[in-house]
């Protein structure tokens, strides 16, 4: 691989007319030839009550690809704190680590069935003139989810992950219990030790994932941690999630400079029609997240052109359209460089989801080898 690698994020999507048994073989699969593809890493991500999307659970589905795998290294982007707490989540990926030493990724993040933080905009060094950085990386308008802080779906949701009357820990305390958990350095406010066997010592790689320059970027900077901006969640803010990582860097034991992932939306088939059909579903399947209604399977192609779109439900959807990379490997590693540019990324994570697995597994072949090229 080039000297900036790809990773593989996968939701473990359902496709339309499928199973989530279907769709867990698929991913253990996909993860299978990412690994003869040549990609770096492959990571899970965790949501839940979403009737298109498996992946409930990253550390069990991570233990199972592991004993498919044999060395690329997989992860979970990310672990939900929002509704766990730092000894669980130590445990678990010691355990995982404990039978499968020196290849596991730990990526925290802060949702537990909370809509993303609207905050104010933060001003980046990278101009944007038009929704444009100088080379030609769209950045969207900023999208706010006010709209789905009173959705009642996503207070049932927080109210099954949590315990009753719980309440979350504080994010940036709980990286600390975490931390000092592996080191095995954590006291009690009275000075009692605890140890987490498995997990105390464990060889993980740990990544802070964000989609802005608040808390998130200001946690992994601080201590030290490698830093996964989310492009493909929220593309409008990925350069302040950047460049506040940057910014509230201090060298650790692990990284003596900054390290950044950004992730992609991407599509890629032989040409650019082939490319955009297979993309089809794309619309919708956002539609339905940002509605509130959970990811619906993913719609095949046909599914998809029969649904009658509303200007709302396109103002709803139009900034995670407009920022996927969908074509040839040749016009997406071009979109892919732009993001390189622009971020600074060190790597750079690949998110793809087609109703079919077989263009989906061949989507990342051919980028694969286009940007080996490069």
Sequence with gaps: MPATPLGVLDLVPIASGSTAAEALHRSVDLAQQAERF???????AEHHLNPGVAGTSPAVVLALTASATRTIRIGSGAVQLGHRTALSTVEEFGLIDALHPGRLDLG?????????????PVSTTTPVVDGRTPGGLR????????????????????????QPNAESQDYAEQIDDILALLAGTYRSADGIAARAVPGEGADLQLWI??????????????NGLRFAANYHVSPGTVLEAAEGYRAAFQPSDVLDKPYVTVSADV??????????????GYDLWVRSIRTAEGAIPYPTPEEAAAHVWTDE?????RDRVETRFVGTAERVADELERLREATGADELLITTITHDHAARVRSYELLAKEWSHR
């Design 38 to 44: 040549g990609y770096a890493r492959y990571w899970f």
């Design 108 to 120: 925290l993040g802060r949702s537990g069935g909370r809509p993303p933080a609207s905050t104010a």
């Design 139 to 162: 950045i969207p308008p900023r999208f706010s989810f006010e709209h789905l802080l009173g959705s009642p779906r996503v207070a049932l949701q927080r109210a099954l992950l949590q």
């Design 209 to 222: 994932l964000g989609s802005s320059g608040g808390q998130s970027a200001e946690v992994a900077g601080r």
């Design 267 to 280: 599509v890629v088939a032989e040409d650019d029609a082939t490319a955009r059909e297979l993309a089809a």
């Design 313 to 317: 439900d396109r103002e709803l959807v």
